[in-house]
RNA sequence: GGAAGCGUCGCAUAGUUGGUCUAGUGCGCUUGUCUUGAAAACAAGUACGCCGCAAGGCGUCGUGAGUUCGAAUCUCACCGCUUCCGCCA
């Protein structure tokens, strides 16, 4: 959500920004029906403060005549004040929908372009993996060492089922502690969320009302949330924070549900787009400076990097385009684990910061030395996510035989050197 | 799932019968006076939001709706908490 005044005072640049993320928005309708609230929010405090005015004379004694007469007088404020309230109420509703579906401006350093394609690389780390043999895709690997069963999966599940098995589920787990001990280490508090969320943390966080079609959904109303950044960012919902208890860093680990609605025809085979996986987030809330958003996006993007360096996967990293970015988004970056099989980079995770485009709507504030409370800005980033990093993992260090070669990083959490 | 009770501006409380409650008090906190410094004492301040250049106005007593000239106070629904029972770990 955009500051209605900032949208006021700078509607050419909030339109530019729509245009650049490719979302359609009209935002003249929402001047006009902003100009009708205040207009109505103004009629209605007046007659309020008329019906303030007499009620506390009634306070006071007089005649009953007197007293007859006002509350005839009343009764014609109050009819009013009925008509009125209705209106404004049908007015803010409207108002209130126009408002949703404002994004947030991208950042000037945002590519232009309409889809991932046009994303740029800003980053490329390591030589693309070479193999004296046939390499085999993942699924292939992992079905031979009985690390992986999509048969059963499905037949459990339905489409997009799997069970990890036997290394394939230690070696999710090896990951996942190594990761606690990873970001353990850059400062992040690990937190384990709840993934069941009411419907106000996904309004708060952009994912409705616009991406209600790849939630799951509760008989109470509730959703699954697809990523621990919801809960993380419903957690200081309606909250005032202390200045010197920024910036939080959270380490969210949860799993993760996905209906993948809008693309069942892609990645139908294997484990890079499955409706539940696990994931752990980096969340940051830090105080409202666009050179702090940035400063603490670089680190944010900056840690998966490091972290992938640190298994030895060659990766890129990209610079999300325009037409890429979510309705929050002010600046992403994604990056895209090499696999080998599909000779291409594929996203292991993303980093984004969104000023304070979510926390408007969550309600996050802080005191500022000058004693006025702002809205601190948000950010978010995958950690590492499981299972699709295995993708990456055993499609790389794969060798002749079949097995694969476990990262050296990994060795002690798994308690070996070889998978076969 | 059944029964009862409760939800007031950091915390704790007042708030009988609807009308100076534009919410009182205590604690805490902030500032000032006094003091070498601190404590104590005293004084002032201390919820949040919206509209407005300002003066000022309006709203919020868990949330929403209703009754009424007027609701923290009455009615209904919802949410949350507590206790007891049941059920399951």
Not at 39 to 57: D, I, M, P, T, Y
Not at 261 to 269: F, I, R, T, Y
Not at 339 to 361: C, L, M, W
Request: aromatic share 10%; glycine share 8%; with cysteine.
């Amino acid at each position: 959500m955009l500051d209605i005044k900032f949208i006021r005072e700078n509607k050419d640049i909030v339109k530019e920004g729509a245009k650049k993320k490719h979302i359609e928005v009209d935002i003249d309708e929402l001047l006009s029906v902003d100009e009708k609230r205040l207009a109505l929010l103004s009629r209605v405090e007046f007659l309020r403060g008329e019906q303030n005015k007499v009620s506390v004379s009634m306070g006071s004694k007089l005649s009953d005549a007197a007293r007859g007469q006002l509350i005839e007088e009343m009764k014609l404020v109050k009819e009013e004040l009925k008509e009125k309230e209705e209106e404004l109420r049908e007015t803010i509703k409207t108002w209130q929908n126009l408002m949703l579906q404002v994004p947030n401006i991208p950042d000037i350093s945002v590519p232009e372009g309409e889809s991932d394609s046009d994303n740029q690389e800003v980053k490329k780390w390591g030589d693309i993996t070479t193999f004296n043999f046939e390499p085999k895709d993942h699924i292939e690997i992992m079905t031979n060492l009985k690390m992986v069963d999509f048969d059963r999966g499905v037949k459990v599940h339905g489409f997009r089922g799997y069970f990890l098995l036997g290394d394939g589920a230690r070696l999710s787990m090896a990951i996942w502690n190594y990761a606690l001990d990873f970001f353990s280490q850059k400062g992040f508090t690990p937190i384990i969320p709840p993934i069941i969320v009411n419907k106000e943390i996904f309004f708060g966080t952009g994912y409705l009302p616009q991406g209600e079609d790849d939630l799951y959904k509760t008989q109470d109303g509730d959703f699954l949330a697809g990523t621990a950044e919801v809960p993380l960012m419903g957690f200081h919902s309606g909250e005032i924070l202390n200045k010197d208890e920024l910036p939080k860093k959270y380490l969210g680990f949860s799993p993760c549900y996905r209906r993948e609605a809008g693309s069942h025809n892609k990645d139908v085979k294997g484990l890079i787009r499955v409706q539940e996986f696990y994931k752990f987030e980096q969340v940051i809330l830090c105080e409202a400076s666009h050179a702090e958003s940035v400063r603490y996006h670089e680190e944010l993007n900056r840690n998966i990097e490091e972290f992938t360096e640190s298994l030895g996967i060659p990766y890129h990293t990209v610079a999300n385009c325009g037409g890429d970015l979510g309705m929050g988004q002010v600046k992403k970056y994604d990056v895209e684990l090499w696999v080998p099989k599909e000779n291409k980079y594929r996203e292991i995770g993303s980093a984004s910061y969104f000023h304070d485009f979510q926390t408007r709507r969550l309600n996050i504030r802080y005191k500022d030395q000058d004693g006025k409370s702002r809205y601190v800005h948000s950010l978010n980033s995958t950690a590492i996510p499981t299972p699709r990093i295995l993708v990456s993992l055993v499609e790389n260090f794969q060798q002749a035989d079949g097995t694969i070669r476990v990262p050296e990083v990994l060795q002690k959490y798994l308690g070996k050197e070889i998978i076969s």
